[in-house]
């Protein structure tokens, strides 16, 4: 039997060059060698905001979202696409994943102070503390095998393995101990050289953006701060039109002429860049493609959408099973049920 993966993303809309090179890649790489689940994680997206004005728009983000992903290329006649909100043993699971952590170590995990921050959070939520919890629920609903994550996302799995350990401990082998796998690019920069290309931040390039906008925004980058003219030897290291080449340029000669000539200080900023521009346009191209061959198609993003959520519903109520069982809850309501029928039979109701 193949071996499974669970990864996935909150919908917050269009996908961005950090998501592709940071767990889309692999993603599509993989989707032979393993049976994949890919989350839409709606219910995580209510950790930083609950209000309805936020849900009400997730249909619509998911679809961006999904899009993108059939327009890198996951084969949707392949993998699992489903919407967490709508498998209701998520919520169960998590219930009983919360027993077995503790609360200090949630709070010591740097990404969610980070989220609460920049969500203008003064305080930390109860179900923001539990992000990870949840995100541990998705990953060992399916029993999977491997996560394919960004860097920052990394921390979440560790926690994830020593929650399926206590489990197994507890109560008995359920859950694989699942390992993470992180992308070619653990985190890619943002376009202004923040360490992370985020949305929030807004120095993102969208997968789905047009030639012109690529360029322009590639045009906006930051570079070397200290180069002044082209005639300056420039440094390559830390540099985020360089970390792009490196990146997404597959023309390795370019890339090496590109280098030798910024540190020399025999090339302009501006020749470095339109090149960058073309080879992100390289890849962008089939993507864009893509997506709009599935874009034409309405109505088959939600129709994979709802198919991916049943397979997921009946891989859902297995581990339940299997779950509630181990832990001897199943038990419990056998217990009484069966006293009760007793009972009944002996008043002659049964
Ligand atoms: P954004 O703020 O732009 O929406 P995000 O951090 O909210 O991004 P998530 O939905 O939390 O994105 O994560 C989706 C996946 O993409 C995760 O595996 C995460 O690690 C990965 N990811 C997100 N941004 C980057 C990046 N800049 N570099 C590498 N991986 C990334
Ligand atoms: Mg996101």
Known sequence: ??????????????????????????????????????????????????????????????????????AVGIDPSKSVVYLQSAVHEVYELNLFL??????????????????AKTAHLNEMPFGLLGYPVLQAADILLPR????PVGKDNEAHVEITREIARRFNTYYGEVFPIPDVMIGDVP?????????????????TIFLSDDRKTVEKKVHGM??????????????????????????FNDNREEVKDLT???????????????????????????????????????????????DGTMRMREEAR???????????ITGTWNRIKRKAEDYRKRLGRG
């Open 98 to 115: 919360e027993m077995l952590v503790n609360v200090p170590r949630l709070q010591r995990m740097p990404s969610l102070k980070d989220m």
């Open 187 to 203: 985190m890619l920069v943002g376009t202004d050289g923040a360490a992370k290309m985020s949305k929030s931040a807004g120095n």
């Open 318 to 328: 297995e581990t339940l099973t299997l779950v509630k069982k181990a832990m001897g």
């Open 144 to 147: 999977s095998h491997l996560v």
């Open 1 to 70: 039997m193949k071996k499974r993966i669970l990864t996935g993303d909150r919908p917050t809309g269009k996908m961005h060059l950090g998501h592709y090179v940071g767990t889309l890649v692999n993603r599509v790489r993989l989707q032979d060698e393993y049976e994949c689940f890919f989350i839409i994680a709606d219910l995580h997206t209510l950790t930083t905001r609950p209000q309805k004005e936020y849900v009400e728009i997730i249909a619509n983000s998911t679809r961006e979202m999904v899009l993108d992903y059939l």
């Open 260 to 306: 030798q000539r910024y540190r020399a200080g025999k090339v302009g900023d501006v020749e470095v860049k339109q090149k960058l521009a073309a080879a992100l346009n390289r890849v962008l191209d089939p993507i864009r493609d893509r997506r709009q061959s599935y874009e034409e198609r309405k109505g088959f993003v939600d129709e994979f959408i709802y």
């Open 222 to 247: 930051y570079t070397d701060p200290n180069r002044v003219s082209a005639d300056v030897p420039g440094k390559v290291e830390g540099n985020p039109v360089f970390i792009y080449h490196g990146a």
